[in-house]
């Protein structure tokens, strides 16, 4: 059922009372019943977290975070467990998101020409700040793949001979990009497998083969969170390994930020592309590509643009005309998961994932894919049934639960050891959804 804006302001203001701190302005641009805006706020104004009084501290409070869910109009299709895709926006950050596109869209090539630069700079300011970096290391794209083909693409210490490395769980348009770099260099490309099941330990000991076994490595590809199974590599220890080597590091962190507390120091590579679409809930197309202080010769100019210096990281990604309104709904997607905490999301998706695979984990032919240690693992997690890795398997199975209970997953391939199915809860989502799913999976599991 809709939320009303009456309800809104009044789930609003039991969170304004209680210590969340949403974002006052937010609050106060929401769409009302008719999804008209009730209220214009400026749409310079940068959001403030207001005041609050109830906690979010205790992931397993069901009463305090369906206020948290109420901030989302979510589809009554089916329940979603499907949130790796990209992130919905909340509410009062998808009013502010309409506020955004009235305004470039009345003003035009006025607002573009005079104003945009300096919300653009202030955008990047706020990017930066939120990943720990400093704005001249952070360049604004439209999504992790196009900052991740550009780091990949325009990696300029590679030459014949040498050797580039990636693994079965990173991204398939990753491992693409990086092929293409073997071809157009005359590099060699070394593959590893991720054991399974993983732990920190095998891990390493994986990476640590691999960069023996090829000591004339030059680049090596990291997925922080894969899209897979969405285990959680151990990135700056496998870092460690590779710099005393002369391996530069290109990580993926496309599902990181904002499903787990993260900067770019704890990752501690040269360069990292990400998005802001996903876990942080800005518009579909914005991400962010960083490029550590340094390091920014390895990386080519990008089609020898020449509209920014050598020196600017702007020269290094061209994406063309921003997307304006996706641009500066950002630092409202960011106060909002802010005003939540980011350790008190984790959390709580952390929690929703621990309810539907401890419910599981000891189903005989219930395989779970993804471990149970917090360094590893967030809220996405992969499973298979009987051991079967056929990509009919796993569709059939994302079928099922999808059709028959309700519930929407989706599969996954890639893996050495075969396909599975990726269950991902949010914030919209409930503990009475885990517990349909592991419901639905015990059932499944059970015919065989």
Request: some cysteine; overall charge neutral.
């Amino acid at each position: 059922m809709p939320t009303t804006r009456r309800d809104f302001l009044r789930d609003s203001a039991l969170l304004g009372a209680a210590g969340m701190a949403l974002p006052s302005d937010l609050l106060a641009s929401t769409p009302d019943a008719s999804g008209t805006l009730a209220s214009v706020v400026p749409a310079t104004a940068v959001p403030a977290p207001a005041v609050g009084s109830f906690s979010l501290s205790d992931p397993a409070d069901e009463s305090a975070w369906a206020k948290v869910a109420a901030m989302y109009r979510v589809t009554d299709k089916v329940t979603n467990m499907e949130a790796g895709y990209w992130g919905l926006m909340a509410q009062p950050v998808l009013a502010r998101y309409h506020e955004h596109i009235d305004r470039m869209n009345r003003d035009n090539s006025y607002f573009a020409r005079r104003e945009y630069p300096a919300l653009f700079r202030g955008v990047r300011e706020k990017v930066a700040a939120f990943v720990g970096a400093k704005p001249s290391e952070i360049a604004l794209s439209r999504g992790a793949t196009e900052a991740l083909q550009a780091l990949i693409g325009q990696y300029n210490r590679v030459k014949a001979g040498d050797t580039i490395m990636y693994a079965d769980l990173d991204y398939n348009a990753m491992q693409w990009a990086m092929n293409g770099l073997a071809q157009r260099t005359g590099a060699t490309v070394a593959r590893l497998d991720i054991p399974e099941p993983a732990s920190r330990e095998n891990i390493l000991a994986a990476y640590d083969a691999a960069l023996r076994a090829n000591p004339r490595t030059k680049l090596l590809l990291l997925t922080h969170c894969n899209n897979k199974t969405g285990l959680l590599l151990p990135v700056k220890d496998i870092v460690a390994l590779a710099r005393p080597r002369g391996v530069d590091v290109v990580v993926d962190a496309a599902h990181s930020f904002g499903q787990v507390p993260l900067t770019v120091q704890d990752l501690d590579a040269e360069f990292i592309g990400l998005n802001l679409h996903k876990w942080i809930g800005a518009p579909v197309g914005a991400g962010a590509m960083y490029i550590r202080e340094g390091h920014l010769d390895k990386i080519d100019r990008a089609h020898a643009d020449e509209s920014a210096p050598l020196t600017s990281i702007d020269s290094r990604l061209h994406t063309g005309t921003t997307n304006f309104a996706t641009v500066m709904t950002i630092p409202d997607a960011i106060a909002f998961q802010e005003s939540i905490g980011l350790a008190n999301k984790a959390a709580r998706v952390r929690y929703l994932r621990d309810r539907w695979v401890k419910a599981v984990r000891n189903v005989p032919g219930v395989d779970v894919l993804t471990p149970d240690d917090p360094h590893l693992t967030g809220a996405i997690t992969a499973f298979r049934l009987h051991g079967r890795g056929t990509r009919e398997a796993n569709s059939g199975i994302a079928r099922t639960l999808h059709d028959e209970f309700g519930v929407f997953t989706f599969q996954r391939t890639g893996l050495a050891k075969g396909d599975c199915v990726r269950v991902t809860p949010t914030l919209y989502n409930s503990a009475a959804d885990a517990d349909k799913l592991a419901a639905a999976i015990t059932t499944i599991a059970g015919r065989g």
